[in-house]
């Protein structure tokens, strides 16, 4: 197996430009939710709600919730598996 030492960063960290590409890849993934109003045909109307209109502090907690860590660039960092020193 071949090991190798990445740094990993949370949404705060990351200057504006990698802070958009995050906000690009969470709005390709919207919160659908129920506007409690009906159509025409009676039934429920959903929309949905994207990341990139939300303030900066709330993506910040969305994104530690979900433990979500990025490149300096912005790009996710998946299943990482995390090594303490001296282990």
């Known amino acids: 197996m071949k090991q190798i030492e990445i740094n990993a960063y949370e949404f705060k960290e990351l200057n504006q430009d990698a802070k958009y590409i995050v906000k690009l890849w969470l709005d390709e993934m919207p919160l659908e939710y129920d506007t409690g109003e009906l159509d025409k045909q009676g039934k429920p109307i959903f929309k949905n709600e994207y990341f990139s209109d939300w ?26 598996q995390t090594k303490q020193k001296g282990q």
């Open 55 to 80: 303030l900066e502090e709330d993506i910040q907690e969305h994104c530690l919730i979900n433990g979500y860590l990025f490149s300096k660039y912005g790009q996710c960092v998946h299943h990482l």
